[in-house]
């Protein structure tokens, strides 16, 4: 009987395992594809990696950030290798990374800063970058090396901050968030080796954060503190007494849910998603990004006002991160509806046309330029992470949980998977987002081995789903709907997407889909800056698709009322937008675009407010 019991065991085991669906690849096709081999090709590959672990060697910084560049270039570098499986690419990073761990000292330090100025400034927010690249590379590679150089990086830290050494903190800028981000590496340092220091070390982190001198990240999220009204307006913007700090706070969450993970704290999630709520209601704009000089600032009620240095790409990239994360853990689809308005918007339109720069701001009128090369590094911060959001989309596209297959991205695509030798291949065929019809087929070697589920964007009012020409029931904005489908099976998503009206402030900007619109100077068809009257019905435009987009990936005619004389002749006609991400996308100072447009007043119609 007990040999019996042991057979069946194994049998059922070897069952689930034949049966448990993987996730092989996803490649992305169209214009986004193109935009993320462009990134690939000139922001990755061609990057001077040995200027990068210079600062490693020489260590006799006291200030600046040099060590965080070869941090998120090598992991945009294996995101970018997970998705074309680049043999060039591989070595140079495995160089890259043997360079690094040949500069670790004795006592385990990897770092670019004088002994008597660690922990100052951004030393410790160096290391967490440091950590976290030997950890993707370890991931990818298996080399122990790696992680045990990871290790050491992190055991040599917890000799330096904790108790009876330094509050972590007090420690450099923004009440600590910098240097207490290193909360995430700590967490997969626990992740993969199981040794308890580790989680105690990110336990010790966040109960810091709830001390006076911290930054009170769950306390104040959970009581509904706004990200911009947490601490007074500092005196010194970037200094240790600026709490708003979009891009370091983000990347503590990103770590906190990392500690939610292993724990089950309920506060910690809590205070995650009251914080990622609170950012899309209060500071993310309809380009899908937010910030304005790195900080949180209340944007989205101020983003019909030209500002400077708003969107950076780092926050945008944190930004898709936080919520691809909370997309992962909990499957709710408005982290996917937000990942999607910021990748198609504000990430696409940092990356200039040839793809030799990403902008460090991108604002919604004027025109784009060069970000500052930073540290005597000639990179800046957002060149170096930019890669990272445009490797995240492959990884965003489908997610896998369980044996149910979640579609989030709709675009040219295909995603293949494996169950035991089932091979299964998920394709789109659309022009998506240009137009709004979208094929998906599934080709599989026996029957249906999964649950699928298609996301149905929350601006899709009227979203048609049809299986093999029969149309579905019960199709609801925001959700996910479940295809129960088998081989050979058709599946057509017909979305609703007019393009729509945005008013406020006495401006109006249009939106179709997920893509907000833009005047471009290039058109040629009037002054961009000029007032509008855009011709609308309950919000909708009457818009029409050009077949013949000339520069941009996708233009739309739009009937307008031009100019304060309605005695004119003339006045009324059709004028050029097209997607934001193609709006100024040279970088030339004699192009200049808008989103934002004025409306004319018309005090026949009572717009006095």
Same mark, same amino acid.
């Given at each position: ?39 690939? !090709? ?34 945009g570098a294996i995101a970018s290798y997970r998705y074309n499986h680049s043999v060039a690419l ?188 609170d950012i899309a209601n209060t500071e993310i704009n309809v380009a899908g990004s937010g910030s304005?000089? +790195? ?72 025109? !784009?330029c060069e970000g500052e090369e930073q540290c005597g590094m000639h990179i800046n911060c957002c ?20 044996? +149910? ?49 298609? !996301? ?73 800056? +000029? ?5 609308? +019905? ?34 009324? !006609? ?36």
């Amino acid at each position: 009987m007990k040999k019996l019991i042991i057979l069946f065991f194994l049998f059922t085991s070897s069952l689930y395992a034949q049966t448990k669906l993987k996730m092989e690849s996803v490649q992305i096709g169209g214009y986004v594809g193109g935009r993320i081999e462009d990134c690939i !090709r000139t922001r990755v590959q061609l990057q001077d990696v040995d200027h990068l672990t210079a600062p490693f060697r020489t260590k006799n910084d006291t200030a600046s950030w040099q060590t965080e560049f070869w941090g998120k270039w090598v992991q945009g570098a294996i995101a970018s290798y997970r998705y074309n499986h680049s043999v060039a690419l591989y070595a140079k990073i495995k160089k890259s990374v043997d360079d690094i761990i040949s500069t670790q000292q004795p006592d385990g330090y990897i770092g670019n800063y004088r002994l008597d100025a660690q922990l100052k400034s951004w030393d410790i927010w160096g290391r967490k970058y440091t950590t976290l690249g030997l950890l993707s590379w370890y991931e990818i590679s298996g080399e122990k090396q790696a992680l045990n150089a990871a290790c050491r990086v992190i055991d040599h830290l917890m000799t330096q901050v904790g108790e009876g050494g330094t509050n972590i903190v007090t420690t450099g800028n923004y009440y600590g968030m910098a240097s207490s981000s290193i909360l995430e590496p700590v967490m997969y340092l626990y992740k993969y080796t199981g040794d308890y220091k580790y989680l105690q070390f990110a336990k010790y982190i966040v109960a810091q954060w709830e001390t006076p001198e911290g930054p009170q990240l769950i306390t104040k999220a959970i009581n509904g503190v706004p990200v911009a009204a947490r601490f007074p307006h500092p005196f010194d913007w970037f200094s240790p007494e600026n709490g708003q700090k979009a891009y370091e706070m983000m990347s503590c969450y990103i770590g906190l849910l990392e500690l939610y993970k292993v724990t089950h704290n309920a506060a910690y999630l809590d205070a995650v998603q009251k914080t990622v709520n609170d950012i899309a209601n209060t500071e993310i704009n309809v380009a899908g990004s937010g910030s304005a000089f +790195e900080s949180w600032y209340s944007g989205r009620k101020y983003q019909t006002s030209p500002t400077y240095h708003t969107m950076e790409t780092c926050v945008t990239f944190t930004w898709m991160q936080l919520c691809d994360k909370l997309l992962a853990l909990t499957g709710n689809p408005f982290y996917a509806d937000q990942i999607e308005k910021s990748l198609y918007n504000a990430l696409m339109a940092a990356l200039k046309d040839d793809a030799s720069q990403i902008a460090k701001y991108s604002p919604m009128e004027g025109h !784009r330029c060069e970000g500052e090369e930073q540290c005597g590094m000639h990179i800046n911060c957002c060149n170096a992470n930019g890669p990272r959001a445009f490797a995240l989309i492959p990884d965003f596209a489908v997610k896998k949980m369980g044996n +149910e297959v979640y579609v989030n991205y709709y675009g040219d695509m295909s995603a293949s998977l494996e169950n035991g030798h089932n091979k299964v291949l998920v394709k789109q065929h659309t022009t998506y987002p240009v137009s709004n019809v979208i094929d998906i087929t599934i080709d599989v070697t026996k029957e249906n081995v999964f649950g699928l589920h298609l !996301r149905v964007p929350v601006w899709s009012a009227q979203t048609v789903i049809t299986l093999n020409g029969e149309e579905l029931k019960d199709i609801c904005p925001g959700t996910y709907h479940a295809i129960k489908w088998k081989k050979g099976d058709h599946i057509q998503i017909i979305l609703d997407m007019p393009a729509r009206l945005l008013e406020q402030n006495q401006m109006q900007a249009i939106v179709r889909g997920p893509i907000v619109l833009a005047r471009d100077s290039r058109f040629n068809d009037g002054f961009v800056d +000029e007032t509008l009257v855009v011709d609308s +019905e309950d919000g909708i435009v009457k818009a029409e698709v050009d077949s013949v987009p000339g520069f941009a990936w996708m233009r739309l005619k739009v009937p307008v009322t031009v100019g304060t004389d309605l005695e004119g002749v003339g006045m009324y !006609r059709n004028i050029s937008f097209c997607d934001f991400a193609s709006a100024g996308n040279t970088w030339d100072k004699q192009v200049r675009y808008r989103v934002w447009i004025p409306r004319t007043l018309d005090v026949k119609k009572g717009h006095l407010k």
